[in-house]
């Protein structure tokens, strides 16, 4: 952990130089954490994670809240007032 000084006075280079290497660096004002500068193969690789974890979330969300009723498209139109002839017939053609 540096303070901003620290970390200004280690400079862009340094701390670049630094996450390049490996290094997580977090970057503190009057004491409390205010930012980090890490490599940019972990930043990707983090953002994969939260992808994957949120992938994780909808399947389970899904599998927790399906009821197993399942719905032709014909009969969602028929309760919507729509055949599969007046589907689009709003929608000029090209």
Partial sequence: MLSVTEATGKGVAGLVKAAEA????????????????????????LEEFEEDLLDALLVLTRAATDSGDRSSLDDVLRRFGVDREGL???????
């Fill in 22 to 45: 490996g290094e997580d660096i977090m970057v503190e004002r009057h004491h409390k954490p205010v930012a980090a500068v890490i490599g940019v193969e972990r930043l990707r690789r």
């Fill in 88 to 94: 689009g017939a709003d929608i000029p053609k090209r």
